[in-house]
């Protein structure tokens, strides 16, 4: 079932709750710029359907309720683990190192496209569909596209990603989408926890 906030007095204040991620960007107008992407383009299956209709490639959490929300936390999670060594090798600088947590937040807002129905397998164009809705509504860089665009790398539709910036998300969402490996998520929130109490934290 669907969990729609959009329509909640503080809706927007609840999307920074429920990804508390958003915070940590570290450029004011960029994380501003993200939320309102995000808060526009996310479907309300967001926060209630899972990241996988199979345990192929994703871990116990990912695959079951609100499995996708809590996959997009372990991307971002994996994510700033691996930023640091790109930024270490000169690979990325700080503000596409920013870029990059935006894409995180965002690579799989259209997983299912507009709707989920149960049992329902990813979109094969997941990728495309959100890059195309980020470059038509969003006011982002255009790397945050062209890294969601690629993030599922040689697979699904997108092209392969071919830049620092894109290499890292899509390895960030491979290394979370990994069958026998659980990357924490930061800040779970209560409909988290309480779904999964031993879910393990991540900390930056
Ligand atoms: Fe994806
Ligand atoms: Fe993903």
């Known amino acids: 079932m669907a969990e729609t906030i959009r329509h909640e007095e503080n809706a927007f204040t609840a999307v920074c709750e429920r990804l508390p991620e958003i915070a940590r960007i570290n450029d004011q107008a960029l994380m501003c710029a993200t939320a309102a992407a995000f808060f526009e383009g996310h479907e309300d299956y967001f926060w209630t359907a899972p990241a996988a209709s199979s345990y192929a490639h994703h871990n116990l959490y990912c695959c079951g309720e609100r499995g996708l929300w809590i996959h997009t936390k372990m991307v971002f999670a994996a994510y700033e683990r691996l930023v640091d060594s790109y ?25 299912y496209g507009d709707e989920y129905v149960d049992g329902d397998h990813a ?8 890059a195309d809705w980020i470059r038509a509504e969003a006011t982002l860089d255009s790397p945050v596209a062209d890294a969601v665009e690629r993030h599922m790398g040689p697979w699904y539709e997108g092209p392969e990603p071919e830049t620092p910036l894109q290499q890292l998300v899509h390895l960030a969402d491979m290394t979370a989408s990994t069958k026998n490996a659980t990357v924490g998520v930061y800040q779970p929130h209560e409909r988290i926890r309480s779904l999964y109490p031993s879910i393990p934290e991540a900390t930056f």
């Open 123 to 130: 979109d094969r164009d997941h990728d495309v569909q959100a």
């Open 87 to 111: 930024l270490e090798q000169g690979l990325l600088g700080d503000s596409e190192a920013n870029l990059g947590r935006a894409a995180c937040l965002l690579h799989d807002v259209k997983k």
